[in-house]
């Protein structure tokens, strides 16, 4: 049972309700910002913005220990119903709506043993809205940080949670093919740039590491030509998902890919040039703050809801803010709520019963670290 208030349980639906009804894509959560801000200043509580990007940072009480608390703001960009369109498939929604509700619950309290930071973060599926924050300086005093997702039925079952995420590592890969086109009859003038895009996926496929280590690489997209079936054409793009359980295995696939990339371009006469468009590191797990968040699930949830930690291929920047800070301990609560098909699916739902029982379990993670 859940220790939040109809009232307040209204106003997180309400909420959720909002940022789900109006996404907004990484780097242009403009609207989403505001909201926020003003959220916080109608409960009088002063928020920090930033002239060059998007997002804010909220906090209440003062002194030590500082725990900082994080939401990622973006939605995803993808066809919904034959439409493209902003859309909420990631859980984002509900990461602020959870936040907002932890930070209403500490507002309860007459007096805080330390300062809690509330942190609204742009650009999570750009893999670039941590390291934003991290030289903006958020966390340079922080002592814990806290975050959570949504996870996919396939990885846990509704009513339970896990202390820690352990994600893996995520890199984006852009690459351009530049040549000249030619007639469709003189296949000899030039080289056919879709051939050189089809013995990279080839080349990809046949690449082997560590079976020990979950990983993948894979090509996810592919454009070149136009209309004019006769013509052969000498330029093409292509993205490549690459992505690894640990950071070593991420760089040592990396490197054989831009070899191979490097050894097409120089066999087939053409230039190939490419570039990181996202990136996210695999989790460094702390064993404190995950050893705060199992026990707040206990209290708050009962022992029989705790699972072991999650282990996904999937990517978060929130890494980013312990890999640049290693004095940092975080963790994230992995919730589990029903969600299907998957995450990212244009239809995604979930169980939203799940949210208020996430902030009695962030809430209790923070209390305890006040408490010590």
Same mark, same amino acid.
């Given at each position: 049972?859940?220790?939040?208030?109809?009232?307040?349980?209204?106003?997180?639906?309400?909420?959720?309700?909002?940022?789900?009804?109006?996404?907004?894509?990484?780097?242009?959560?403009?609207?989403?910002?505001?909201?926020?801000?003003?959220?916080?200043?109608?409960?009088?509580?002063?928020?920090?913005?930033?002239?060059?990007?998007?997002?804010?940072?909220?906090?209440?009480?003062?002194?030590?220990?500082?725990?900082?608390?994080?939401?990622?703001?973006?939605?995803?960009?993808?066809?919904?119903?034959?439409? +493209?369109?902003?859309?909420?498939?990631?859980?984002?929604?509900?990461?602020?709506?959870?936040?907002?509700?932890?930070?209403?619950?500490?507002?309860?309290?007459?007096?805080?043993?330390?300062?809690?930071?509330?942190? +609204?973060?742009?650009?999570?599926?750009?893999?670039? #809205?941590?390291?934003?924050?991290?030289?903006?300086?958020?966390?340079?005093?922080?002592?814990?940080?806290?975050?959570?997702?949504?996870?996919?039925?396939?990885?846990?079952?509704?009513?339970?949670?896990?202390?820690?995420?352990?994600?893996?590592?995520?890199?984006?890969?852009?690459?351009?093919?530049?040549?000249?086109?030619?007639?469709?009859?003189?296949?000899?003038?030039?080289?056919?740039?879709?051939?050189?895009?089809?013995?990279?996926?080839?080349?990809?496929?046949?690449?082997?590491?560590?079976?020990?280590?979950?990983?993948?690489?894979?090509?996810?997209?592919?454009?070149?030509?136009?209309?004019?079936? &006769?013509? $052969?054409?000498?330029? /093409?793009? +292509?993205?490549?998902?690459?992505?690894?359980?640990?950071?070593?295995?991420?760089?040592?696939?990396?490197?054989?890919?831009?070899?191979? $990339?490097?050894?097409?371009?120089?066999? &087939?006469?053409?230039?190939?040039?490419?570039?990181?468009?996202?990136?996210?590191?695999?989790?460094?797990?702390?064993?404190?703050?995950?050893?705060?968040?199992?026990?707040?699930?206990?209290?708050?949830?009962?022992?029989?809801?705790?699972?072991?930690?999650?282990?996904?291929?999937?990517?978060?920047? +929130?890494?980013?803010?312990?890999?640049?800070?290693?004095?940092?301990?975080?963790?994230?609560?992995?919730?589990?709520?029903?969600?299907?098909? #998957?995450?990212?699916?244009?239809?995604?739902?979930?169980?939203? &019963? /799940?949210?208020?029982?996430?902030?009695?379990? $962030?809430?209790?993670?923070?209390?305890?670290?006040?408490?010590?």
């Amino acid at each position: 049972m859940s220790v939040i208030g109809e009232e307040e349980q209204s106003v997180l639906k309400d909420v959720f309700n909002h940022l789900h009804e109006n996404p907004e894509v990484s780097w242009d959560e403009v609207n989403t910002t505001a909201y926020i801000k003003d959220f916080f200043e109608k409960r009088g509580v002063k928020s920090t913005t930033f002239e060059d990007c998007t997002g804010l940072v909220a906090e209440i009480g003062e002194g030590r220990p500082v725990v900082a608390v994080r939401a990622d703001m973006d939605a995803l960009w993808q066809e919904v119903d034959g439409e +493209f369109r902003a859309n909420h498939s990631c859980g984002h929604d509900a990461h602020m709506t959870i936040v907002l509700g932890v930070f209403l619950r500490l507002m309860e309290k007459e007096k805080l043993n330390g300062t809690v930071r509330f942190l +609204f973060q742009p650009a999570e599926e750009k893999g670039a #809205g941590a390291l934003k924050l991290v030289d903006k300086g958020v966390v340079d005093d922080a002592d814990f940080l806290f975050g959570m997702h949504l996870r996919p039925v396939q990885e846990l079952d509704n009513g339970s949670y896990a202390p820690a995420i352990s994600h893996g590592a995520t890199r984006h890969i852009r690459g351009v093919i530049e040549g000249d086109d030619a007639h469709g009859a003189r296949p000899h003038l030039n080289t056919n740039a879709i051939q050189v895009g089809a013995e990279l996926v080839q080349a990809i496929n046949n690449m082997h590491f560590d079976p020990l280590v979950p990983h993948s690489m894979k090509v996810t997209a592919f454009q070149a030509g136009g209309e004019s079936a &006769n013509i $052969i054409p000498g330029r /093409a793009s +292509f993205t490549v998902d690459v992505r690894a359980q640990n950071n070593e295995l991420m760089e040592e696939m990396v490197a054989r890919l831009e070899r191979t $990339i490097a050894f097409s371009a120089e066999y &087939n006469h053409v230039s190939i040039t490419t570039e990181t468009i996202a990136e996210m590191a695999a989790a460094v797990l702390n064993d404190e703050a995950t050893e705060v968040m199992a026990e707040a699930i206990k209290e708050t949830t009962g022992e029989e809801t705790l699972r072991p930690i999650r282990e996904t291929t999937g990517g978060d920047d +929130f890494h980013f803010y312990t890999i640049k800070k290693p004095e940092l301990k975080a963790t994230m609560l992995a919730v589990g709520c029903d969600l299907s098909p #998957g995450l990212h699916h244009p239809r995604m739902t979930f169980d939203r &019963n /799940a949210l208020p029982k996430a902030v009695d379990i $962030i809430t209790r993670a923070v209390e305890k670290v006040l408490e010590k």
